[in-house]
T-cell receptor, first 113, second 113 residues
Framework: KQEVTQIPAALSVPEGENLVLNCSFT??????LQWFRQDPGKGLTSLLL?????REQTSGRLNASLDKSSGRSTLYIAASQPGDSATYLC????????????FGSGTRLLVRP | EAQVTQNPRYLITVTGKKLTVTCSQN?????MSWYRQDPGLGLRQIYY???????DKGDVPEGYKVSRKEKRNFPLILESPSPNQTSLYFC????????????FGPGTRLLVL
C-alpha cells in the first residue's frame, strides 16, 4: 500500500531564505507526482506536476525534483516571501484504475517578514 | 476563468437530513473525483468518475453517492448524513483519466450534528 511522508511537518524561516521541502513514497510504481499548496479556507492549488519519466520541473521560484527509484521528491523554493506561507502537499498518482492521488500530510510553512 | 466550483462552501446540518454538495468544472474535463480531508488522516478519495455515466468507488465510499449525468457536473450526495461525515470535502477534475494535473475546488466544510 502506497504511503507518502512529508518532512518536516512545519517550518518557519525568515524572508529571503532558500528552502527545501521533502516528500517520500514507499512504492516507486507511480505515474506522476504533484505538488500543491493549500491556504486556510481555500482549496488546493497545483504548483508542479512531474511525470514518472521526468527528473524535475520548474515554475518561477519553484523547482521540484523526482527520484523515482529512491521514492523521493523535493520542492525547492528560492528567495522565499511571506506570501509563500501555506501548507504544501505532495501527492502521487499510482497505477491502479482509480487514478487517485495519495497525499502526504503536508508541510506547514511560515515565512517571517 | 478555468475553475472547479463547489456549493455550498459551508454547511451545518443534522443527522439523517439528506444533502447534496454540487461540483462543476468549466474545462471540459473527463475525470472528476471527490476527496475528504480530515485531521490526521489527510485527503482520501471517496468516489471518482472517468466520464459521463461512469463512476466508481474510491477508498472511503460508505455513506456517499454520486452521479455523472453531464460532463461538467459531479454532485456528492449524502442520503443520511452522520456525525462521522463531518469533514472538509474537495472536488477535483483533470483532462483525462487523472494522469494529468488535477484541479481542485475551494472545498465544502460540512458539520453534521
Amino acid at each position: 500500500k502506497q504511503e507518502v511522508t512529508q518532512i518536516p511537518a512545519a517550518l518557519s524561516v525568515p524572508e529571503g531564505e532558500n528552502l527545501v521541502l521533502n516528500c517520500s513514497f514507499t512504492d516507486s510504481a507511480i505515474y506522476n507526482l504533484q505538488w500543491f499548496r493549500q491556504d486556510p479556507g481555500k482549496g488546493l492549488t497545483s504548483l508542479l506536476l512531474i511525470q514518472s519519466s521526468q527528473r524535475e520541473q520548474t515554475s518561477g521560484r519553484l523547482n521540484a525534483s523526482l527520484d523515482k527509484s529512491s521514492g523521493r521528491s523535493t520542492l525547492y523554493i528560492a528567495a522565499s516571501q511571506p506570501g509563500d506561507s501555506a501548507t504544501y502537499l505532495c501527492a502521487v498518482s499510482g497505477m491502479d484504475s482509480s487514478y487517485k492521488l495519495i497525499f502526504g500530510s503536508g508541510t506547514r510553512l511560515l515565512v517571517r517578514p | 476563468e478555468a475553475q472547479v466550483t463547489q456549493n455550498p462552501r459551508y454547511l451545518i446540518t443534522v443527522t439523517g437530513k439528506k444533502l447534496t454538495v454540487t461540483c462543476s468544472q468549466n474545462m471540459n474535463h473527463e475525470y472528476m473525483s471527490w476527496y475528504r480531508q480530515d485531521p490526521g488522516l489527510g485527503l482520501r478519495q471517496i468516489y471518482y468518475s472517468m466520464n459521463v455515466e461512469v463512476t466508481d468507488k474510491g477508498d472511503v465510499p460508505e455513506g456517499y453517492k454520486v452521479s455523472r449525468k453531464e460532463k461538467r457536473n459531479f454532485p456528492l450526495i449524502l442520503e443520511s448524513p452522520s456525525p462521522n461525515q463531518t469533514s472538509l470535502y474537495f472536488c477535483a477534475s483533470s483532462l483525462k483519466q487523472g494522469r494529468e494535473t488535477q484541479y481542485f475546488g475551494p472545498g465544502t466544510r460540512l458539520l453534521v450534528l
